[in-house]
């Protein structure tokens, strides 16, 4: 038997092993983190904390089509009045706004905190209004992803826990990632003429990238190429039975795909050309399943995290892609030469590529179609988010 034959299959068994940790990580991740926990009788309350905060005035922005969102909506009100505070105030998303005009009205209203209670995209709708505002903004997570909660050790499986935080815990800043489509493959015309280098964040209650130039926050990860083609294929039906293993499971369409060629610039530096399957720009890394994709990025250092992922030689590539994955969210690297599934980090704080034909785009797992020319940024430190954590230096 060929070497490369038996290498491949080592490589291919190795993988297998892999996903198999993976898959077992989910299958515990995933009996909790969609649970509604409902308030034990005569459970203890941060009595303490709470007396020494000034009590805030919650307001709650919510995704009504998420499973138990009734439920979310009495336990929050039930754990307000226990803690003697004023009743929050929910603000429901709708198709046409997944939440940040709803923002807007709960800061014109007056809330102390907003909070976001959904999924990504309720994450991401609410965090474009709180940018700037110095507010901080809440998390409840309940949806199938909960990126930036994973990443900011919010809990995920318990509502009365993730309202702990929400109540007593620290406020830190974080940066913020913003990612907009220069030119579509479909809508090359819509190429504006001028764009300044920084624009003010938009307004679009809808998100929806019709104009080229409209700029889209992300939180975690934003990307071009084999992830969102995967996004942008994921059966909606699947993701509700399933949850983020759906993102998987449409990949394996793109396995055999063509590498990409693309035109990478990063900050003042030269351009430079590359093939590659992906290219992701990130501000934290950890994903479901145990999976840390971008071990080096840092939540508020101002830069973003620059992952290039390639494959050759099929499934053996993809097979030493995902070990190198696996090995990368245990702290180790394999910096062997002439590796044919890779991972390649640098930083910087803004990156633009151009692939002739064009991608598929993403931003925090919501596709924003085929880009011919996609430009990510990042806004150091512009978003307070209500965490368990330390606070982030002044």
């Known amino acids: 038997m060929p070497p490369e034959v038996v290498l491949g299959i080592v ?29 034990e009788a005569g459970a203890e309350r941060p009595a303490a904390r709470r ?21 979310l909506r009495e336990l929050v009100l039930r754990v307000c009045a226990e803690a003697a505070l004023p009743e929050p105030r929910f603000f429901e998303t709708t198709v046409e706004d997944p939440g940040t005009g709803q923002a807007h009205e709960a800061l014109d209203w007056g809330a102390d905190v907003v909070v976001a209670a959904g999924g990504d995209g309720t994450v991401r709708a609410v965090a474009e209004a709180m940018v700037g505002t110095g507010k901080p903004m809440g998390l409840i997570p309940a949806g199938t992803g909960n990126l930036l909660a994973r990443n900011l050790d919010i809990p995920l499986t318990s509502v009365r826990e993730a309202l702990a935080v929400v109540l007593g815990g620290e406020d830190r800043r974080i940066d913020v990632g913003w990612a907009r489509v220069l030119e579509y493959a479909d809508r090359p015309e819509e190429r504006p003429d001028s764009i300044p280098d920084v624009p003010p964040p ?9 104009v080229a130039g409209a700029a889209h926050i992300f939180l975690v990860i934003a990307g071009l190429g084999f992830d969102a083609a995967m996004v942008a294929d994921a059966d909606d039906q699947l993701k509700a039975r399933v949850g983020w293993v759906a993102y998987f499971l449409a990949g394996v369409r793109h396995l055999h795909s063509r590498r990409m060629r693309a035109q990478i610039t990063l900050d003042d530096q030269p ?12 501000n934290c890394g950890r994903l479901p399943g145990g999976i840390t994709l971008l071990p080096d ?18 499934l053996a590539g993809w097979a030493q892609l995902l070990g190198e994955v696996v090995i990368q969210g245990a702290g180790m690297r394999n910096d062997l030469p002439g590796k044919i599934g890779r991972i390649d980090h640098v930083r910087a704080k803004r990156v633009r590529v151009v692939v002739p034909g064009g991608e598929q785009a993403q931003v925090d797992g919501d596709p924003l179609g085929r880009a011919v020319e996609l430009e ?19």
Do not use: H, Y
């Open 297 to 314: 990025a840092v939540i508020d250092d101002g830069e973003l995290d620059i992952a290039a992922v390639d494959t050759r030689g099929g």
């Open 271 to 282: 351009p430079v050309e590359a093939r590659l399957r992906t290219l992701m720009a990130g």
């Open 202 to 210: 938009p307004r679009d209650a809808a998100g929806e990238p019709e």
């Open 376 to 394: 990510m940024w990042v806004e150091q430190r512009s978003l307070v988010v209500r965490t368990a954590g330390l606070p982030a230096t002044a």
């Open 51 to 71: 007396d020494a905060m000034r009590r805030p005035q919650l307001a709650v922005v919510i995704n009504p089509s998420k499973e138990g969102a009734d439920t």
């Open 11 to 39: 490589a291919l068994l190795l993988a297998l092993a892999a996903l198999g940790l993976v898959f077992v990580v989910w299958r515990i991740d995933t009996r909790t983190s969609r649970t509604v926990v409902e308030p």
